[in-house]
């Protein structure tokens, strides 16, 4: 076999192994979502992908199953890129203009919360009965704090008088997470824009003068 050839079949293995995992991460997102953790099994994601449960597991357990899920939830790809390093973020870090932040927020929010906050409903769900999972929401916790204290951070200079960049980043923390997202939007049917506009009403008001 030429090495040509050897390349080639690698290439198309590797594309095929690329497309059954997005295909059983796929039908496990439906799966999860239509159903919740606790009650879908390993049957129910082979049923939605339309590959067979010898196929599910071997892409993992079902907790890693829903941990791959979320990843993808939460930067909106399969690409191993951290959210504090994808565009939106780094852009509105990075911009000195007031006005061009607070945009910046609103796009940001605008953007992730319908991709993110149904499946991170979820995750929230399984981390009670599952230790792993459990596990995996504390380090996803304590990164999402991390985050928001550089992006946050980066409105120091327009801080209200007396507040510091900790309780700041404790207060967007609170208010720019699942919890009030799935309060408002899902249970008190608020829209996506309504949500997003109380996030940077609520930023303007309690963090900046």
Known sequence: MTEGKRVYRS???AEQARRTRAAVLDGATRCFLAKGYAATTM?????????SVQTVFGQGSKASLLLACVDRAVVGDDEEVPFA??????R???ETDLAAKLAAVREMARVYVPLTVPMIRVFAEAATVDAEIAAAWT???RRRFEDDRVLIGSFEPWFREGLDADR???????????????????????????????????????LLD
């Open 85 to 90: 390093q994808r565009e939106l973020f780094v």
């Open 43 to 51: 049957k129910d994601v082979a049923t939605e992908a339309g590959v």
């Open 11 to 13: 290439s198309l293995r």
């Open 139 to 141: 380090e996803y916790e």
């Open 92 to 94: 509105l870090v990075a």
């Open 168 to 206: 700041a980043t404790e207060i967007f923390w609170g208010i720019f997470s699942h919890a009030p997202a799935v309060t408002l939007i899902w249970e008190r049917r608020w829209t996506v824009e309504e949500y997003v506009d109380f996030v940077v009403d609520a930023v303007a008001r309690l």
